[in-house]
């Protein structure tokens, strides 16, 4: 059944509560469409002049400014600069998110939170180069380390792979074009960190970006020095069932 074929009515749902050390408790609710993964937003609204397509536009982005006129990115997250633009990013906060699966509760400094929570916006903008991403905000993991962003990019590239051969396309088993799929995205986060320049903000959202890019820069270096076959041990239950015995 493809996508159009497919009928839900069912949100996919993230909230975000951010806990400060004063009291204060601020809420992101998030909704997403359960098919396209899209974020649900409330309407139309004027936009800032920082959000148009034209500032500081992506070199690797591909949508004509005649038909966009915003960059979808940073309509989504107006909200979220407007919030944050004002506090330091390695202040303490406890923050709790909640998915319909389960809840998570961390204390981490700001930048970790913001980052955490504007990795689903930047995905589900509509950007196309974050559009390859979209299968791990469906699994979306909280706080995930380094490694375990490693791990879960990597599976995931994997299995976009199989589903090429099932649809008969040429996969890319060796993963060589993953590299370059994180060097794209290091591209847009770069080309993001110098949009929110423009704003006055202070560092907490700059730096979240910079943990976003840091984390792409670690897939892209994974990849390129090989490491992924570190990971092997992991598996070495499959190997042991093509053993003779």
């Known amino acids: 059944m493809n996508d159009g074929e497919r009928i839900s009515t069912n949100k ?3 909230n975000y509560k951010f806990i400060f050390k004063n009291g204060v408790e601020k809420e992101f609710n998030i909704e ?12 139309n609204k004027a936009y800032p002049e920082w959000t148009k397509l034209s500032c500081f536009k992506c070199p690797n982005c591909i949508l004509d400014k005649r038909q966009h006129e ?5 309509v ?4 979220i600069i407007d919030y944050f633009s004002n506090l330091v990013s390695n202040e303490s906060v406890t923050v709790i998110v ?5 809840k998570y509760m961390k204390r981490v400094t700001l930048q970790q939170g913001v980052s955490s929570l504007i990795g689903i916006y930047m995905v589900t903008s509509g950007c196309p180069i974050l559009e390859q991403l979209k299968p791990m905000v469906r699994f979306h993991l909280p706080f995930a380390t ?5 791990y879960r990019a990597i599976s995931m590239y994997l299995l976009a792979q199989y589903f090429l051969y099932k649809n008969g396309n040429q996969p890319d088993w060796d993963l060589k074009k993953l590299a370059e799929a994180y060097e794209n995205i290091t591209l847009v986060n770069k080309s993001f960190y110098k949009r929110l320049r423009t704003v006055e903000v202070k560092d907490a959202t700059l730096k979240a970006v910079i943990v976003l890019d840091i984390f792409a820069d670690s897939v892209n270096f994974s990849i390129d020095s ?3 076959d570190e990971l092997d041990y992991l598996f070495k239950g499959y190997f042991k069932n093509l053993e003779v015995v």
């Open 32 to 43: 997403l469409d359960s098919v396209t993964l899209n974020l649900i937003q409330a309407g």
């Open 226 to 228: 090989r490491m992924v």
């Open 70 to 74: 915003f960059c979808p990115i940073a």
């Open 146 to 150: 380094i490694e375990e962003t490693k």
């Open 98 to 102: 909640t998915a319909e699966e389960r």
């Open 76 to 79: 989504n997250m107006v909200d």
């Open 12 to 14: 996919i749902t993230y």
